[in-house]
């Protein structure tokens, strides 16, 4: 199988047209990239970049220019054979890839690779900013977006206390794996969820369940969340807030789920920080805020 495997990505590589052969240099500017994280898909696009993509990875889902550009997989699970097709001179991820063989198998037919940083947090978002802008050879692009980045996170620490909270609402974020074909609890994992919750003024409800990644009904009941965000992909899938709450185990049971006090929120948006950060924190401190059956 390996064997087989190997000889069909050889001839892709040969039918390619004598890509990887062409000595001429490129610049960052004119170069065909495969780009397989989803943030470093978004920076990409907002340094005015965007055209030297041609192709991306599913979760690769903003803006939606990068939706039109063809797709090698999820970014844990992607097709080497995709990937090579594609004829690109630079493959761009950050370190979040697999499976493990995928490096090695294109590396092995000559392609380029290059690691990015992550946006895990703010400082690291700008950070990896920075280090895309400079690789491209538009380091001013990059600071002008980090001033607006700065100015917006703090409009939203501004609008946070204005409102003078006096009780913060338990939430909880239930989304649903593609790539595994389950719903899992993605706050309560000190992530990029759980910071976007605290900022936006919520605290993350408890959630007692093994490694959280299978629902666990007795867990989601036990949590009792005051509020729901589900990403837009598994809400989208049950086909409504109603049917999320019947067709999810355990939501039913909560204050959430009772009180219908659910959130539906881009993917995107929850999982790294980027340029609209200070903007998706605001849009989510509304929206958290805005129920009337949170005690």
Same mark, same amino acid.
């Given at each position: 199988m390996k064997k087989l495997i190997f000889i069909v990505i050889t001839s892709i590589v040969l039918a390619a047209c004598g890509r990887f052969s062409n000595k001429e240099e490129k610049t960052p500017g004119n170069m065909r990239i495969v780009c397989v994280s989803k943030h470093l898909t978004e920076m990409v696009y907002a340094l005015g970049q965007g055209k030297t993509l041609v192709a991306v990875d599913l979760s690769s889902t903003y803006p939606d220019s990068a939706r039109l550009?063809?797709?090698?997989? +999820?970014?844990? $699970?992607?097709? @080497?054979?995709?990937?090579? $097709?594609?004829? @690109?001179?630079l493959v761009i991820h950050s370190n979040d890839i697999g499976p493990e063989t995928v490096i090695p198998q294109i590396t092995k037919v000559g392609l380029n690779i290059k690691t990015f940083g992550s946006a895990n947090t703010i400082d690291s978002a700008k950070l990896t900013l920075k280090e895309l802008a400079n690789f491209y050879g538009v380091p001013a692009k990059a600071d002008s977006i980090i001033k607006e980045m700065n100015a917006s996170i703090n409009a939203a620490a501004d609008s946070?206390? $204005?409102l003078n909270i006096t009780k913060k609402p338990k939430v909880m974020i239930i989304h649903f794996g593609r790539a595994s074909n389950i719903y899992f609890v993605m706050s309560g994992r000190h992530g990029v969820g759980d910071k976007m919750i605290e900022l936006a003024g919520g605290e993350t409800a408890l959630y007692d369940a093994k490694g959280a990644k299978q629902l666990s009904a007795e867990a989601i009941a036990t949590a009792n969340p005051d509020v729901i965000i589900a990403t837009d992909f598994g809400f989208d899938q049950m086909g409504g807030m109603d049917q999320f709450i019947a067709g999810v185990p355990g939501v $039913?049971?909560?204050n959430a789920g009772k009180n219908k006090n659910i959130i539906r929120?881009?993917?995107?948006?929850?999982? +790294?920080?980027? @340029?609209?950060?200070?903007?998706?924190i605001l849009s989510l401190m509304k929206q958290l805020h805005r129920f009337k059956n949170v005690k």
């Open positions: 550009l063809k797709t090698v997989g +999820y970014h844990r $699970a992607l097709s @080497p054979e995709g990937i090579i $097709a594609m004829t @690109p001179d946070l206390k $204005a $039913a049971l909560t929120f881009e993917e995107h948006d929850l999982v +790294y920080f980027g @340029p609209r950060s200070g903007n998706n």
